[in-house]
């Protein structure tokens, strides 16, 4: 072990110490007397640069075994291609028959719910950062955007989900493309910082906005959505879904319902985006994705591009949006923060930039396998970035992560006589 290792891991412990320190190491409980008392816990503390401490020296040994990660493959490449072939129909019979399972109840149905919120959240900002490439901080703007057009449309004018669910999506694209237009000369770190400020923007609108948005009270009496008008009530009517169909009223009838409509919702994300980035569109957005400068030197409208790849992403998180709205029947400001950007990016880039399968497997185990972590409380949050970390370094392109083009030459091609002066390519 060299100087320079011990070094840099007593480095890393400092830091850690300065971050656990005070989130850590002191926390304020409630006495007997109903007063703030605080607590010390440094042993804690201590642990956790312990494992720092540690781990910095594995990871380094484990990079100096390895030694320079070597790009993947075709045979690799081919490899994940096939088993995503494979998975994906799996998890697509299991998404449909979850609700028919036996011992499935009102929590799992819940937790599936939610897992294809994200995963549809996912497949819509993969359309910008995975596919254009473009880095965008701010995507839970759109879905607020979508989510408050669908209450204020719904509350105010008596217009049906169905009605307001098309309706969301235009607005939110709308204000995509008004995100589109002051980005279009921005790359890199300047585009994060200019769509993270969007995305705030966008919430504290919403918090000041008392008026139209209800400030920090929210929105709430949203309407539900109807099986083709037929409520989900449970008073057995004749206009209700059980009384139409003559059966008993269940409240899991609209639970279930809301799961195959989200269901439907992120299905139709995904074959959107996937029809279109085998359009020459899609293949532009890639082409942007790996070299703007060449885009423009080729002739390919670049504003046209980008404007694209932000309309569509915020379309489907306005979808998304309106969803969340109607399932909930209250929204408020406090349901669109930055942290729930920084979720799905990490979806995103978990599960691999441009991955449709790999963003479903990525929002299953972040969303959903992380329930398993509820109990431990605080500590959550830390398995929570300990995994994230462990996945990059691990698998710094993503779970089933790729770069390659949807139009790519597999082989190399000879050259007809007539082409060339030497008589082959």
């Not at 009102?106 to 950062?129: A, C, K, P, Q, S």
């Not at 500590?379 to 390659?404: K, N, S, Y």
Request: proline share 5%; with cysteine.
């Amino acid at each position: 072990m060299t100087p320079a290792v011990l070094k840099d891991a007593a480095l890393t412990a400092l830091v850690a110490f300065g971050l656990f320190a005070p989130m850590v190491g002191l926390r304020t409980d409630v006495g007997p007397t109903g007063e703030l008392v605080l607590r010390q816990r440094w042993g804690d503390v201590a642990i956790l640069v312990g494992i720092a401490f540690v781990g910095r020296i594995a990871l380094m040994a484990w990079r100096a075994v390895r030694g320079e990660p070597k790009p993947p493959s075709a045979a690799r490449t081919e490899a994940i291609r096939r088993a995503g072939t494979f998975v994906a129909p799996v998890l697509l019979a299991f998404a449909v028959a979850l609700p028919l399972i036996p011992g499935t109840g009102r929590y799992e149905l819940d937790l599936g719910i939610l897992v294809l919120t994200y995963v549809m959240l996912g497949w819509g900002l993969n359309i910008v950062v995975g596919l254009a490439g473009l880095l965008d901080l701010g995507y839970v703007a759109f879905y607020a955007v979508g989510a408050y057009s669908y209450a204020l449309l719904a509350t105010n004018f008596g217009l049906s989900f169905w009605i307001c669910l098309p309706l969301a999506g235009i607005l939110a694209s709308f204000w995509g493309i008004l995100l589109g237009f002051p980005v279009l000369r921005l790359r890199g770190d300047y585009l994060a910082i200019v769509t993270l400020a969007f995305g705030e923007i966008i919430r504290i609108v919403l918090l000041n906005w008392v008026s139209l948005t209800g400030g920090p009270n929210g929105v709430s009496g949203i309407p539900r959505p109807t099986f083709f008008g037929l409520s989900f009530s449970m008073s057995g009517e004749p206009d209700t879904f059980a009384g139409f169909f003559g059966i008993e009223p269940s409240p899991s009838h609209r639970v279930i319902f809301l799961y195959y409509l989200i269901l439907g919702l992120a299905l139709l994300t995904n074959w959107v985006s996937i029809r279109l980035r085998r359009q020459p569109l899609g293949r532009a957005w890639e082409a942007l994705r790996e070299d703007e400068i060449a885009c423009r030197a080729l002739g390919i409208n670049i504003t046209a591009t980008k404007l694209t790849a932000f309309a569509l992403g915020a379309m489907f998180a306005g979808f998304a949006g309106s969803f969340f709205a109607t399932r909930q029947g209250f929204i408020s400001p406090e349901s669109f923060t930055f942290i729930e950007s920084a979720i799905i990016l990490a979806i995103v880039v978990l599960g691999g930039m441009g991955s449709q399968i790999g963003i479903a497997i990525a929002a299953l185990v972040m969303i959903g396998g992380f329930e398993v972590f509820r109990d431990l409380d605080e500590w959550r949050m830390l398995v929570f970035g300990g995994a994230m970390v462990l996945i990059m370094v691990v698998r710094p392109r993503g779970l089933v992560g790729h770069r390659t083009p949807t139009v790519a030459l597999g082989e190399r091609r000879s050259i007809s006589a007539e082409h060339v002066a030497e008589g082959h390519g």
